[in-house]
């Protein structure tokens, strides 16, 4: 379909008028936001990025989560969006998170303090009272570290995202507690120019990375190349594609949800075909709106009355006169607004 666009016009010095068009998607549906975190710590700059959420099965009202300010560390909030606790991490970009076999929650983020080299730094989170214990940075390679997501598929898989393009992928052994994880490189791939988002499908390992300026690519379990199923095509996607996640229902089906940043929308997909689904945006209600989003996440199950069929969480580059910080949004409200099963 064609997109849409807006023109923009401004008048030259020499008083003729320059037109700037900017790519607008096809109209997505309006959402609200239910709740959002208090503003990052870091102010006047892009600087909130990608959330995770921990998921409290036994007390929904209780879950968590977790998110970064990429210029100085990660926060732990409730629900509520209030902060329960800060952990000066530094430079963190992206953030994933896993509860291991014991119980044991292994909370890890792309490391960017060394912009030569990349690591992943990785905590425990205590998820009782909200805290982050530091054990130590694994190093995944040269260049910039950015995007970062984990796979529990066959084991536990880290996928460093560099900025360059070179993806990362290790195994990570669930070793001896408080002590910083053993990684073992697994396979390298790459996309064409500058990715960031990314998800695993559990399920059989697929991986999904959005290349910012071209779409999202599929890579399949153990394979070094992959192909880009969800072109920028300015109606669907519009650049940047930024945050990708995901809903699996089933053995093979679901939805893959993308961060059109371009026009401040999120386009929802079909698995395991990849055929476009439809298009929401997180509009003004009694909280403010969404723009230029960054990190998404989707987690499903019951997260109490405001959340009964899961909870998509938004960055949100825009917040009015404060920082950045995140909107939380019911995914019933989005199914319901798509018209989605």
Not at 190 to 208: F, I, K, N
Not at 316 to 325: L, M, R, T, W
Request: hydrophobic fraction near 40%; charged fraction near 20%; include cysteine.
């Amino acid at each position: 379909m064609r997109a849409l666009k807006l023109a923009t016009c401004v008048v030259a010095a020499a008083g003729l008028a320059a037109c700037v068009t900017t790519p607008q998607g096809l109209p997505p549906v309006a959402v609200t936001a239910k709740a959002e975190t208090a503003p990052v710590g870091t102010t006047n700059e892009d600087a909130a990025d990608d959330p995770a959420i921990w998921h409290n099965a036994a007390d929904p009202s209780q879950s968590l989560i977790v998110a970064t300010d990429k210029k100085a560390g990660l926060y732990v909030y409730g629900l509520d969006g209030a902060i329960r606790s800060f952990i000066d991490a530094g430079a963190v970009n992206n953030v994933d998170l896993v509860t291991l076999a014991d119980g044991t929650v292994l909370v890890a983020a792309s490391d960017r303090i060394d912009l030569e080299n990349s690591h992943i730094s990785t905590f425990t989170l205590d998820t009782v009272s909200g805290e982050l214990t530091p054990l130590g940075r694994i190093a995944s390679g040269p260049g910039e570290g950015y995007g970062f997501c984990m796979s529990q598929h066959g084991g536990l898989s880290a996928l460093a995202v560099i900025k360059d393009g070179r993806l990362r992928e290790y195994e990570i052994a669930e070793g001896v507690p408080d002590e910083t994880p053993q990684a073992a490189f697994v396979r390298e791939m790459s996309v064409p120019s500058q990715p960031e988002g990314c998800v695993y499908d559990d399920r059989d390992g697929t991986l999904y990375v959005g290349e910012e300026v071209a779409g999202i690519w599929r890579f399949r379990d153990g394979a070094t190349t992959g192909e880009l199923v969800a072109p920028i095509d300015n109606a669907w996607l519009v650049a940047d594609v930024e945050g990708l996640a995901i809903q699996t229902v089933g053995a093979v089906g679901g939805y893959l949800i993308a961060s059109s940043q371009g026009d401040n929308a999120y386009a929802v997909f079909s698995l395991p075909d990849v055929t476009p689904l439809g298009r929401f945006r997180i509009a003004e209600g009694a909280l403010g709106s969404t723009e230029e989003t960054d990190g998404i996440e989707l987690h499903m199950g019951d997260f109490g009355p405001d959340y009964p069929q899961g909870l998509f969480i938004a960055q949100d580059g825009q917040n009015g006169a404060e920082a950045q910080n995140f909107k939380l949004v019911s995914w019933a409200d989005v199914k319901a607004a798509l018209g989605l099963d």
